[in-house]
């Protein structure tokens, strides 16, 4: 796996993985991963999750996908993580 299959699994992926741990189209599913972390994040901040938080940003993703900018920085990792991974198998 290199750069490009890295990138392109990492922005196919990531809608999948939002699902599984929580962060639906229909809102957090309950006693999920994602439930979790926004109790976590409700009573760390006095009762509400906070906008622009690591949860509310995943569960806007989760809700209507990824935007644009968001696509591009998930790509980029997904493309590191691809050519680490090909880097390393080649040295094997």
Same mark, same amino acid.
């Given at each position: 796996?290199? *750069? !490009?299959?890295?990138? &392109? #699994?990492?922005?196919?992926?990531? !809608?999948?993985?939002? &699902?599984?741990? #929580?962060?639906t189209?229909? &809102?957090?599913?309950?006693?999920?991963?994602?439930?979790?972390?926004? /109790?976590s994040?409700? @009573?760390? @901040? #006095? $009762?509400?999750? *906070?906008? &622009?938080? %690591?949860?509310?940003?995943?569960?806007?993703? #989760?809700?209507? $996908? *990824?935007? $644009? @900018? %968001?696509?591009?920085v998930?790509? @980029?990792?997904?493309g %590191?993580? $691809?050519?680490?991974? /090909?880097?390393? /198998?080649? *040295?094997?």
């Amino acid at each position: 796996m290199g *750069l !490009p299959a890295g990138a &392109g #699994g990492a922005v196919v992926l990531a !809608p999948v993985v939002l &699902g599984v741990v #929580g962060f639906t189209a229909a &809102g957090i599913a309950a006693n999920s991963l994602a439930a979790g972390m926004m /109790a976590s994040a409700a @009573s760390a @901040s #006095g $009762g509400g999750v *906070l906008a &622009g938080s %690591t949860v509310a940003v995943l569960q806007s993703a #989760g809700a209507a $996908g *990824l935007a $644009g @900018s %968001t696509a591009a920085v998930v790509a @980029s990792v997904g493309g %590191t993580v $691809g050519w680490l991974t /090909a880097a390393a /198998a080649a *040295l094997i």
